[in-house]
């Protein structure tokens, strides 16, 4: 395309968008056809000129949300409406939602601890600004990859520290190690025993909640070799929370596997006065109920069509 056709076509779209003009209208300025214009604006869009973004805020659907409190007892829940069957947007709507409200639960000077992946990378982009400043920002569990794919741990952390004009820490480990003692020595070192204590001191934490599946990335990123995941089969396990595997029931599925896990333990993690889970699909309600029956999260934001799949499955 040449540069004078490329001016026109983001000259057009300017027009459009920016000065709110009607398409008639530009094309008489142009000199071509209302259709031309169409395509103009079409080829504006597929070129990444134009890019689309719908930020309308979402209520809670409450008989859902009074429905889960009430039978997990939790502190909150926020249940966003399936406007569109798409996971892709519902995820983002419920990140959306959670990125919203974060400075109802993060207060000046406070320690926020959290956990990486699919969910939290989604969350990430959502991310604006909270009212809280000087804070605390740490990760939960080890998130140096294992091989070229990237886990995006530090852009949860980089993001939230951003916002709330803090410092972020990162743990420099591999979430999952090879052993129990390779574990028990990392832990001893001096950095990783830091960034340890601070997820400790947390009085948040934000979590994704992550379904047995060879589709997570603990499973892409070679974390989960493939007689580890036959293990966590065989022995019921449902889900993680930043590494660690726990049964429907929120029992540790492989206290063998979870002793290899460098980062805070699940029993820890119970002790926080907000733990936040964001968390949509079918294919995690299984999980969802796990961590919920465990304790492990007092605050869940879901999709609606998932939390009707999980108080069906509890119902039955």
Known sequence: ??????YQIIRVAKKYYELHMGQLEIAKEEGVSKSTISRMLQ?????????????APTESLKTLENDLKGFFHLKEAFVN???IDNEEIIMRDTCRALARNLSSYIKDNSTVGVSWGKTMNCLVKEINYINARNIKVVQLNGGVAKSANLTGA??????LTQAGDGIGYMFPVPAIVDSKVISTVL?????VQDVLNLAREAQTTIFSIGALSKQSI???????????YHVLEEKGAV?????????INGKIADENLDERVVGLDLEELKKKEWNIAVAVGNQKVDAIIGALNGGFANVL????KTARLLLEKVNR
């Open 1 to 6: 395309m040449d540069v004078m056709k490329s």
């Open 43 to 55: 080829k504006a869009m597929d070129l990444g000129y134009i890019k689309v973004k719908i930020d």
């Open 81 to 83: 409406p399936n406007l």
């Open 154 to 159: 530090a852009q949860i952390v980089d993001a």
């Open 187 to 191: 832990k001893e070192d001096s950095q």
């Open 218 to 228: 603990l499973y892409e990123v070679g974390y989960l070799k493939d007689e580890d």
């Open 239 to 247: 889900g993680d929370i930043a590494s660690r595997f726990f049964d």
């Open 301 to 304: 934001y879901t999709d609606e």
